[in-house]
């Protein structure tokens, strides 16, 4: 047995901050309340100081596992997650080949078995995420898919579309959409406007992502089906999904980190380390993403962890690969940026770090209740550090060097230490 002591426990699916110990029997948690520490436990945390909440969960990491081993792989990847404080992550399907066979999800489900966190794959909607044929998605489902996506690809044929969000109403599961419409788009990643002006390019307009959102939300709300909208970035786009969802469509919203922190601005300093797919934009649209945080529209806060490799990055601005890691920052951008200013409690962000992306895809983590799986993070909500180092293969990120506040100290899966930050763990 695993005891916690003296945390401060945040629960978001009740809403309650109080300090207890927690105990976890094997992968559940046993019990809350006052326990000694008496020699019995195997191990004992000593969580002064420290906030104990259910493990996060990421709904959009990218491990690049198979074919993109150079990036990533599906041991790094989630030696990136447990660090960042992730217990559950759902890989998707941009993979080589892309996940849209069986046997390619089996791949993902048994190596990610051998991990220590959850790594759960989303399937591709489309055939080779062509876009054009739709996968097999009730065999996917049966065998393990627990959502379906051509993130990095938007789909533009629309009545499949509609096919996807029909199958996927009938068969309970979600589906996640990049949106972006490449026909209004000359240079991916970088957002067309002040910054693309200065650097003598077009770049990638905040309308190409509002034009889809706009459709997807219609179809949503024709079909019925649950629907994420991938890494938001635009003003327009939140008022879209706040819109839809007042109309009843069961649409949800994802932010990254780095969209509620950076804008445009951040290309001129840091180079392809600020391009991704959608871009930064502007700090009207940074404003409303926070605003859309804090008054329910965005559920969720999702990394995009999308590694490449420094060749790859060292590229001219045009032509190197869109993305950014973020597993291992996440939560202290969200408790840097989104807390200490008092935009969201630290139980709001919690929740949508947690309990949010575990309800969507069906899972029964995000709370902290007996019973329930001992997938926990155990956090310093007041200690800075540096950004220096990563878990990750790959080294990706615009925030090195930058200071953050709150650090991960444990994370803990199916009741096991899966990251420690220090030596404080007593193993008897
Ligand atoms: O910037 C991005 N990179 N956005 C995506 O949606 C895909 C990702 C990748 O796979 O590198
Ligand atoms: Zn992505």
Known sequence: ?????????????????????????????AGIGTYEDDGTWDTVIDASGCVVAP????????????????????????AAAAA??????????????????VETLCYIIEEGKKTGIHVLPAAAISKGMEGKELTDMEDLKAAGAVGFTDDGKPLMDQKLVERAMNQAARLDVPLSFHEEDPSFIKDPGINHGAVSDKLGIYGSPAQAEES??????????????????????SRNTVQTIRAARQAGARVYAEVTPHHFTLT???????????????????EADRQALIQGLKDGTIDLIATDHAPHSPEEKAKPLTEAPSG???????LALAITELAIPGHLSLSQIIEKMSLNPAKLYHLPCGCIEPGAPGDIVIFNPTE???????????????????QLTGKVKWTICDGKVVYKDSEEVVHR
């Open 1 to 29: 047995m695993l005891l916690i002591k003296n945390g401060q426990i945040i629960d978001p699916e009740s809403q309650k901050e109080y300090q207890a110990d927690l105990l976890l029997d094997g992968p559940v948690i």
């Open 324 to 330: 950014i890691i973020g597993l291992e920052t996440a």
């Open 84 to 101: 960042g404080g992730f217990t559950t992550v759902i890989t998707m399907a941009n993979t080589v080949p892309p996940v849209d066979t």
């Open 55 to 78: 493990g996060l969960v990421d709904v959009h990491v990218h491990f690049r596992d198979p074919g993109q081993l150079h990036k990533e792989d599906i041991h790094t990847g989630a």
């Open 212 to 233: 889809l959102t706009a459709r997807d939300c219609r179809i949503a709300l024709g079909t019925g089906a649950a629907v994420n909208i991938q890494h938001i970035s």
């Open 384 to 402: 800075t550090w540096t950004v220096k180092k990563f878990h990750s293969k790959s080294s990706n990120s615009p925030f090195t060097g930058r």
């Open 264 to 282: 445009e601005e951040a290309v001129l300093e840091k180079g392809t380390l600020a391009k991704m797919n959608p871009p930064l934009r502007t």
